[in-house]
């Protein structure tokens, strides 16, 4: 019997809700429509420097005002980092886990020897076999070396894709030198407690896919489908983004918020109310990706 389809929007509450966060959040909402599926709302709060106070409750009234409902209560990544610390011992044990004294400027400085002999991009290994003298300050997951390195995925929207671990990336870090955990980890644990079967979201994070895999087999959690829509950009081509000054949705104005999210994904539809839009968007949707043919 099929594996029934679960999904997720999993924003990080570091302002309101954005078109360009709605985008990701209706193309996850939809996916999961028209799957028949499970659609699931994470708060990815343990970034607590980057939080603002009452994001999280903001950005769950928006949802609701759109009528992009879940279907279970939403949970807190501030609330899970028991599960999170599991994990960390569990790699630990299985002897993938180091800890890393180097500092940001070291590991700048490191690099710029290291390109002059190899193609090396990412983190050397500097603290791969001991921290010479330094105090631990991070804790970093090993990848692998050679050939083995190569891990590719099939996106649905973006087609096949392959990351060189070790070239482009090197061991990445679990837990941060500030103590807090780094997304890689909870983002795993957390899809992986949640049952989540299909990823959607966006393209800016294609690139984090490939660490999340590598983690994803070291755990023996299953790796769910995935599909990077394209981000929203500004006048500069900028991702939208709070950053870049992106301005909160109307949440008074539901239908035309869903439809300036819905071009982007190219849906559109003439329905003149929420739920008619919203259900001929998914049909949309469906044939689309040609869903249940």
Not at 131 to 145: E, I, S, Y
Not at 222 to 232: G, I, K, M, Q, R
Not at 264 to 274: F, R, Y
Request: charged share 20%; glycine share 8%.
């Amino acid at each position: 019997m099929p594996q029934r389809y679960r999904g997720r929007f999993a924003p990080s509450p570091t302002g309101p809700l954005h078109l360009g966060s709605l985008v990701t959040a209706l193309a996850s909402w939809l996916d999961a429509r028209a799957h028949g599926g499970d659609w699931l709302v994470r708060i990815e709060d343990i970034d607590y420097p980057r939080c603002v106070k009452d994001a999280d409750t903001g950005i769950l009234r928006t949802l609701h005002a759109l009528a992009l409902h879940p279907d279970e209560p939403p949970v807190w990544q501030s609330r899970r980092e028991s599960l999170y610390a599991d994990a960390l011992r569990r790699l630990d044990a299985a002897g993938q886990l180091y800890p890393c004294g180097c500092s940001r400027k070291e590991i700048a400085d490191s690099l710029v020897h290291v390109r002059q002999r190899h193609q090396t991009l990412g983190y050397p290994g500097t603290c791969r076999n001991g921290l010479h003298g330094k105090l631990p300050r991070a804790w970093r997951v090993r990848v692998p070396d050679g050939p083995a390195a190569i891990l590719c995925f099939d996106d649905r929207w973006q087609g096949r894709q392959c990351q060189d671990l070790e070239t482009e990336l090197g061991d990445f870090v679990l837990r941060r030198a500030d103590g807090l955990w780094a997304y890689q980890l909870a983002v795993v644990v957390d899809d992986a407690a949640q049952g989540i079967t299909h990823i959607v979201r966006g393209a800016d994070l294609l690139d984090s896919t490939p660490r999340q895999i590598h983690l994803q087999h070291l755990l023996g959690m299953p790796t769910p489908s995935y599909l990077h829509v394209p981000v929203v950009v500004n006048a500069d081509g900028e991702k939208l983004s709070k950053q870049s000054g992106a301005q909160a949705l109307d949440a008074t104005a539901p239908l035309d918020a869903l439809r300036q999210a819905g071009a982007h994904l190219d849906i559109v539809n003439g329905e003149a109310t929420v739920a008619a839009w919203l259900a001929a968007a998914t049909a949309q949707w469906a044939r689309r990706w040609r869903i249940g043919n």
